[in-house]
């Protein structure tokens, strides 16, 4: 019985396979890529005067760009870090009821997201008192 269903899914799943061909001759695929293309270079020139502004602001291109990137690893930290609790949270809590190693991985993982969530939330206000304040 499971070898006849197995080879049904095969063949509907033979069968439900469509070829989609790209076609480059229609307008409306111009007017979207032009669109796309201006958008990518809004959002290039925007990022490119933000590193501009770090630069300017720390008085330096090295400076700058460190600035740049701990503001980026700030701002994308936090939602990786809910993710990450999410997940091991779930190993300790439910897959951790029946076997006690997995809930203790889960729990580690989850001391250790919290730690790097905090270490990337700190990090840029650290670098800018020292490289601010110290520096002069």
């Known amino acids: 019985m499971r070898k ?23 307008v409306e695929n111009e007017i979207i890529s032009n669109e796309t293309k201006s958008q990518l270079i809004e959002i290039k020139e ?10 300017e602001a720390y008085g330096s291109d090295t400076y700058g760009l460190v600035a740049y990137i701990l ?11 809910f993710v990450g609790i999410a997940i091991s949270a ?5 897959i951790g009821i029946r ?5 203790d991985k ?3 993982a989850m001391i250790g997201i919290v730690t790097m969530l905090i270490i990337c939330q700190v990090l840029p206000l650290i670098f ?9």
């Open 106 to 108: 889960g729990y580690g």
């Open 90 to 94: 779930i190993y300790q809590f439910v």
């Open 46 to 55: 925007k990022e490119l005067q933000s590193l501009e502004d770090y630069k």
């Open 71 to 81: 503001n980026k690893v700030r701002v994308y930290s936090i939602p990786i870090a």
């Open 4 to 26: 006849a269903i197995i080879v049904f899914f095969i063949i509907v799943s033979i069968i439900g396979i469509n070829s989609v061909y790209a076609a480059n001759t229609t």
């Open 128 to 136: 800018t008192i020292v490289v601010k304040g110290w520096r002069g």
């Open 99 to 103: 076997k006690l190693d997995v809930r």
